[in-house]
């Protein structure tokens, strides 16, 4: 009976789709890779775009002879002259371009940055790409090789194409400003945990998420598994302006909160939300009646200590200390939060807090265990915990070696638990 309500529930969430205003379509995106047709005009470059075989593509000199890759992690501080950009023949008539971030794969891994529990909004659209928007910007960023070194190169897919804004938007959601090296280095020598998994988890990247968005898919992963949260989120994001379609997806910027207050509880409810839709719905009017705005009252949140931005979090409905820590490290520039729920309780017992281990997980030693990870980590805490949490994910057992997988006082989990790769302690 149980199994069959799930059912139910699951497939009114993917039958309602929510009221949407349509803008214009942009311009038509670019057909599948097999139908694609290149002509090289200097330098060969090896992309990561089929399962089948390895494209050739090229770098265009004639358009920007001045421009070379920056090698520099602290990208924000050129961040337009060091562009390269790369042009690729669609047909006869349509030419898209791919620009690159300059950013190697030791600062910015796409398969271990986008699908671990960050975010919920970014869907792979190729191998080693992903798409997402930005705002209102709509983003496939791809991981590839040139010259034997890795890095990142993006497609802006909205009808105006590229803008030094749209840049702008997302390297400041992807944290470039903050380099991956120096950190990891300190990571490493205060942790023998982290050194050994350093050479195999390079390039996870936090990413800085607008909080609004943060703060309702984390709402909608409270006790969830990463399949559930990701329709409700994509339920949510239905919402707001369509920026276009993709393999098929069609994405959206995701909605104000007065797009979000065009929905009630009973209609969340019948879109499979559960508890979770008096919450949203709580959330929506509670930020609304925030002076200034609530996305301004968000965002003011990062001036603040982050005990005092934590607390003002929890007043909002739905909040716990957990779901608040989360936000306050992927949206308010909160580096040190810890968002302790009994992955990380069990990851930080085994390594960090051995102690501890045994002990029953409460809100008191849940403190404990943040403040041991700042003790040991410093003001990047947040980034460390993050990768000791991803290398504990049963999708990530593959770049590991097995030396490295942790086996130590794990229990063995049930296939509905093995679903579940962060639970939401409220």
């Known amino acids: 009976m149980g199994m069959n309500n799930k059912l139910r529930s699951t497939r009114s969430l993917l039958s309602l789709k929510p009221p949407i205003s349509t803008p214009p379509s942009p311009t038509a995106t670019t057909p599948p890779h097999h139908q694609i047709t290149f002509k090289a005009i200097t330098k060969k470059r090896s992309i990561k775009t089929s399962n089948s075989l390895t494209t050739k593509r090229t770098l265009l000199h004639d358009f920007h002879k001045e421009l070379t890759i920056c090698k520099s992690p602290l990208l924000l501080q050129k961040p337009f002259n060091s562009l390269v950009e790369t042009s690729y023949k669609i047909g006869d008539t349509t030419e898209r371009c791919w ?127 990463i399949q559930r949260i990701t329709q409700m989120v994509g339920f949510l994001s239905g919402f707001g302006p369509c920026l276009g379609t993709v393999e098929g997806t069609e994405f959206h910027a995701f909605p104000s909160l007065e797009e979000l207050s065009s929905f009630d509880e009973g209609h969340l409810r019948k879109a499979g939300f559960g508890y979770r839709a008096k919450y949203i719905v709580g959330a929506v009017e509670c930020l609304k009646s925030k002076c200034g705005g609530g996305k301004e009252w968000l965002l003011s949140l990062r001036n603040l ?27 308010l520039d909160q580096h040190h939060a810890i968002p302790v729920d009994t992955h990380v309780w069990q990851l930080a017992t085994r390594y960090i807090t051995p102690e501890l281990s045994g002990e029953r997980f409460t809100p008191k030693l849940s403190r404990n265990v943040s403040e041991a990870f700042v003790k040991r980590f410093g003001k990047y805490a947040g980034w460390a915990q993050t990768v000791l949490f991803i290398a504990e994910l049963s999708s990530q057992k593959a770049i590991l070696p097995q030396h490295l997988w942790s086996t130590k006082g794990a229990k063995s989990k049930t296939k509905h638990e093995e679903l579940i790769d962060r639970e939401i302690e409220d």
Request: net charge negative.
């Open 99 to 225: 620009r690159s971030l300059g950013v190697g794969i030791k600062e910015l891994k796409l398969d271990i940055t986008f699908p671990t529990g960050q975010t919920f909004r970014w869907k792979k659209t190729g191998p080693s790409e992903y798409t997402g928007a930005v705002g209102t910007y709509l983003f496939t960023l791809r991981q590839v090789t040139i010259d034997d070194d890795d890095e990142v190169e993006y497609f802006i897919h909205n009808p105006s194409g590229f803008s030094q804004e749209a840049e702008l938007a997302l390297r400041d959601y992807l944290n470039l400003s903050i380099s991956l090296t120096d950190m990891w280095k300190g990571f490493a020598e205060a942790d023998s945990r982290f050194a050994a998994l350093a050479p195999y988890m390079g390039g996870a990247r936090l990413l800085r998420q607008d909080p609004v968005e943060c703060l309702f898919q984390f709402i909608c992963s409270s006790n969830n598994n």
């Open 305 to 331: 200590p982050l005990e005092e931005a934590i607390e003002a979090l929890c007043t909002l409905p739905g909040i716990g200390p957990k779901v608040a820590a989360c936000v306050a490290l992927f949206s």
